[in-house]
T-cell receptor, first 112, second 114 residues
Framework: GEDVEQSLFLSVREGDSSVINCTYT??????LYWYKQEPGAGLQLLTY?????DMKQDQRLTVLLNKKDKHLSLRIADTQTGDSAIYFC????????????FGSGTRLLVRP | DSGVTQTPKHLITATGQRVTLRCSPR?????VYWYQQSLDQGLQFLIQ???????AKGNILERFSAQQFPDLHSELNLSSLELGDSALYFC?????????????FGEGSRLTVL
């Protein structure tokens, strides 16, 4: 199937780390993505990871990939109130369309 | 600003009506994707066009259709509208082809069917 799964909600205190988890469907997916959606806006790419990598770090963002379990996570260090948004993981589908299959999104709420 | 432009931003219409949503991709992008975001079903892929031709079709209803024109802009036509069609419709574009696959999203068209 095409179901990418994420937990719906996460609440953290400002300054703490946030970890958002995702389970994807296709162990042969070449690229996996994290997108951020702020209220009233479209989706913005945060980062992506190629399937031959286990980890990718980009400033406050760390992506971990466990291909065996088809598990992807996004860690945000020193979470700020501006990080409050919906975070979507996505996998590139296996056909030639390169379409992305998105999870349902995790709403991150950062408390002051 | 992603470079993807969608119009209209908001649209309110009645059941049974027909609407057209428009998308202008980023300059140079050949692929256009349409997604539907509703509260209960998340972000669902509808259809993709590449350089004027349909490349992939997802969960798009028969009442919906789309096309991509020679200037690469795309339109999504929604007809015989039902209450359940109320959603945010996103267009995204990409270069298309073998690359990292990043999609650039417009800000969406919010459709409300009353």
């Amino acid at each position: 199937g095409e179901d990418v799964e994420q937990s719906l909600f996460l609440s953290v205190r400002e300054g703490d780390s946030s970890v958002i988890n995702c389970t994807y469907t296709d162990s042969s997916s070449t690229y996996l993505y994290w997108y951020k959606q702020e209220p009233g806006a479209g989706l913005q790419l945060l980062t992506y990871i190629f399937s031959n990598m286990d980890m990718k770090q980009d400033q406050r963002l760390t992506v971990l990939l466990n291909k065996k379990d088809k598990h992807l996570s996004l860690r945000i260090a020193d979470t700020q109130t501006g990080d409050s948004a919906i975070y979507f993981c996505a996998e590139r589908w296996r056909d030639s369309s390169y379409k992305l299959i998105f999870g349902s999104g995790t709403r991150l709420l950062v408390r002051p | 600003d992603s470079g993807v432009t969608q119009t209209p931003k908001h649209l309110i219409t009645a059941t049974g009506q027909r609407v057209t949503l428009r998308c202008s991709p980023r300059s140079g992008d050949l692929s256009v994707y349409w997604y539907q975001q509703s509260l209960d079903q998340g972000l669902q892929f509808l259809i993709q066009y590449y350089n004027g031709e349909e490349r992939a079709k997802g969960n798009i209803l028969e009442r919906f259709s789309a096309q991509q024109f020679p200037d690469l802009h795309s339109e999504l036509n929604l007809s015989s509208l039902e209450l359940g069609d109320s959603a945010l419709y996103f267009c995204a574009s990409s270069v298309g082809g073998v690359e990292t696959g990043e999609l650039f999203f417009g800000e969406g068209s919010r459709l409300t069917v009353l």
